[in-house]
């Protein structure tokens, strides 16, 4: 199991920029593709960017894409969620994720596809 303890999160205006990051221990951590998720209260966990293990694969939900990015940096085992131009509806506690099982495969996306989650931090956007 990967051991991830995401931080970076706060609250913030709409329109500002936040970066959060995610420390990945405990298993080797560049054979994992990794994924974002976020919660908002009352909704379900819902994908919000993923990353294969290579880094060269990304996915975006509609909502954000275009304003977050996805990264990774296998050699410090870090993943990292850029956001900018940041809304009311981004509202959530996010989480990062990485895979069951090293997969060596296609990009995932669905929950049942990743089985380390951190603790999750919060993103709180006023209008």
């Known amino acids: 199991q990967v051991l991830l303890v995401e931080s970076g999160g706060g609250l913030v205006q709409a329109g500002d920029s936040l970066r959060l990051s995610c420390a990945a221990s405990?298993?080797?951590?560049?054979?994992?593709?990794m994924g974002w998720f976020r919660q908002a209260p009352g909704k379900k966990r819902e994908v919000v960017a993923a990353?294969?293990?290579?880094?060269?694969?990304?996915y975006y939900a509609d909502s954000v894409k275009g304003r977050f990015t996805i990264s990774r940096d296998n050699a410090k085992n870090t993943v990292g969620l850029q956001m900018n131009s940041l809304k009311p509806e981004d509202t959530a506690v996010y989480y990062c994720?990485?895979?069951?099982?090293?997969?060596?495969?296609?990009?995932?996306?669905?929950?049942?596809?990743?089985?380390?989650w951190g603790q999750g931090t919060q993103v709180t956007v006023s209008s």
């Open positions: 994720a990485a895979e069951v099982r090293p997969s060596f495969g296609p990009i995932r996306t669905t929950i049942p596809d990743f089985g380390s």
């Open positions: 405990g298993r080797t951590f560049s054979n994992y593709a």
């Open positions: 990353i294969s293990w290579t880094g060269g694969s990304t």
